[in-house]
């Protein structure tokens, strides 16, 4: 009988756990020293050795011939937990069993001394679907727990645990599985089963499974059993991608503007019925890896692919500009969204493809301008303002004196109330001059006052941050200052790149999550400080002098307009 790549190349040991060293190290670590937890939490997307490193952690705490911190894999203790009939080691999975009662009774069984082994371990799978109640019963072993005990809990979604049971918990994040490590894994188990395996095929696997190591055994799987070897087409084939030269032959294609071309690649990969939604992955792979080619020195760093594609990379990466890569790139990931949620992939692909060849392609951002610069003529002119009160949602009081009541426009009067209602940044606005009788509302206030912007201290620490979630946003904004204004966060830096990275839906999601984490702020923006400085008119971002973004943002603040850069 064919046993499973992943079942038969589950690790064994901590040292042939792949990509997660910082985890197995500090388990062999407490192991050695005799200091253990005795409750672990293991959090991780599906596939990145959750399971895997709970079953070696309860086979080393109870292997009586533990080895620097290895369970032998050899006695009786390790041979019964890994064949599943050891009775003190318990494996739950909380998506069936939920429920209190089954939470009390391993309570119960808790309190009894192990048989067999030294530790009753109990390891409970995707335990955020635990029920109040069981999370409860649960709290109460955690707090109070028998020393002959140890739980290890693994979940996909920490942010469900009650803080409660987190922390009460020893905790680890297992790492998506990096490209690199897992096509040398592919590459290892291929030669060791005897299979053949190509470097590009171990690549395109790695990427196709995206950090987890079950999908990309799977995979392999499926194309041991046609029995061929394994190279990239034969891994497109299983996986439904066909042959990558659809991948060149588009962005060929959007280059030219030939939408007939763009239909037709979609139609042969329809009729070879190839996976829109992997088709659409793998084009924002291609387009990433452009944009990576266009922005950093060494781009073979930070790309896995063959020789052969990283030339075809590089010749699109001539062509495509990075507004435009970013463009695609943008709307591409808008489409997988889509078609995740459900919309047809053919039509999706089609839509956004013949969008993104058609020539306005680029007026994307060239609207923005417009748009801005619209805006901001009509602060100047003083005429948005008529409409300020009805933006500014003003805290409780002032309910009856805005816009219904009065009319707003003529009243330069009594701006007072207003512009206090935003309440921005740190840096408090002077004082409303109610007396300055000046005639046009926004003119007044020019001169004198300080814009509103705070400097973001924590930057560096926010970068820090940044630089675990997205290392290319980091390599990028590495070396940059930052300042706050309102829920917006304004990069200041030199890299030509800064505006583009932050012009990505990822990238900007990355940063403001670092910075929300970091400053418990309410973030919801983050924009360059040079390319809004060309956006409101100047060509050169001020240098020492006044800085014209942070004067537009102010003005667009006193006006109690929302500025998107979006
Ligand atoms: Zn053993």
């Known amino acids: 009988m064919y046993t499973a790549l992943y079942r038969k190349w589950r690790p064994q040991t901590f040292a042939d756990v792949i990509g997660q060293n910082h985890i197995t190290e500090t388990l062999k670590n407490e192991i050695i020293t005799g200091r253990l937890s005795h409750a672990y939490l293991f959090i991780g997307s599906r596939g990145t050795g959750k399971t895997t490193c709970a079953r070696i952690l309860a086979k080393a705490v109870n292997c009586p ?35 209190v009662d089954n939470i009390r009774d391993l309570r119960e069984q808790a309190n009894f001394n192990p048989s067999e082994t030294k530790y009753r371990v109990y390891i409970i799978d995707e335990v955020h679907m635990l029920s109040q109640g069981a999370f409860n019963a649960l709290l ?58 190509t470097l590009e095929a171990a690549h395109l696997i790695s990427r196709l499974s995206d950090g987890a190591m079950r999908d990309a055994l799977s995979i392999m799987d499926q194309c041991i059993a046609t029995g061929k070897e394994i190279d990239t087409a034969l891994v497109g084939e299983v996986c439904g991608i066909a042959d ?43 387009f990433r890896n452009i944009m990576v080619t266009r922005s950093v020195k060494n781009p073979e760093k930070l790309i896995i692919c063959s020789d052969e594609e990283m030339q075809s990379i590089r010749r699109y990466a001539e062509k495509f500009t990075l507004p435009a890569c970013l463009a695609v790139i943008d709307a591409l990931q808008q489409t997988q969204a889509q078609i995740k949620a459900g919309v047809h992939g053919r039509t999706a692909m089609e839509m956004v493809l013949i ?3 058609s020539p306005d392609m680029d007026a994307r951002d060239e609207s923005v301008l417009k748009r801005l610069a619209a805006l901001e003529q009509a602060v100047q002119s003083g005429a948005v303002v008529q409409a300020a009160p009805q933006h500014i949602e003003a805290p409780a009081q002032p309910q009856a004196a805005p816009a219904a009541v009065e009319p707003p426009a003529e009243q330069p009067e009594h701006p007072a109330e207003e512009p206090e209602a935003p309440a921005p940044v740190s840096e408090a606005t002077p004082p ?135």
Not at 266 to 277: F, G, K, R, S, W
Not at 527 to 543: F, N, R, Y
């Open 65 to 99: 011939h533990v080895h620097e911190g290895e369970p032998c894999n050899a006695c009786e203790v390790c041979k019964s937990i890994d064949a599943g009939t050891a009775l003190d080691i318990t494996e739950i999975d909380a998506a069936s069993n939920n429920g």
């Open 140 to 197: 109460k072993t955690l707090e109070e727990p028998p020393a002959h005990v140890k739980f290890i809990l693994a979940t996909t979604e920490a942010h469900k645990m009650p803080a409660t049971i987190l922390s009460r918990c020893q905790r680890f994040d297992f790492k998506r599985i990096g490209a690199e490590d897992m096509s040398e894994r592919l590459l290892y188990i291929a030669e060791e089963e005897g299979i053949s395996l």
């Open 244 to 286: 990558r030269a659809y991948l060149a032959d588009t962005a060929g294609a959007l280059l030219k503007g030939d939408s007939t071309k763009l239909l037709q690649v979609i139609e042969t990969l329809y009729e070879n019925a190839c996976d829109m939604e992997r088709y659409c992955t793998e084009l924002i792979h291609f």
């Open 355 to 357: 969008k993104l060849a």
């Open 432 to 566: 409303a001059p109610e007396e300055q009788d000046a005639p046009e509302p926004v003119a007044e206030a020019e001169p004198e006052q300080e814009p509103a912007l705070a400097n973001l201290r924590q930057w560096p620490e926010i970068l820090q941050e940044l630089f675990t979630r997205n290392r290319l946003a980091w390599t990028i904004l590495n070396g940059t200052t930052a300042k706050a204004v309102g829920n917006t966060v304004i990069v200041y830096g030199t890299h030509p790149s800064i505006a583009d990275i932050l012009a990505v839906n990822i990238n900007a999601e990355d940063v403001l999550a670092a910075a929300n984490g970091i400053t418990n702020a309410q973030f919801t923006k983050v924009i360059s400080a040079k390319d809004a400085g060309a956006l409101v008119g100047e060509e050169t971002p001020a240098q020492g002098g006044e800085d014209p973004l942070e004067a537009f943002l102010q003005k667009a603040q006193e006006g109690g307009i929302e500025v998107n850069f979006k």
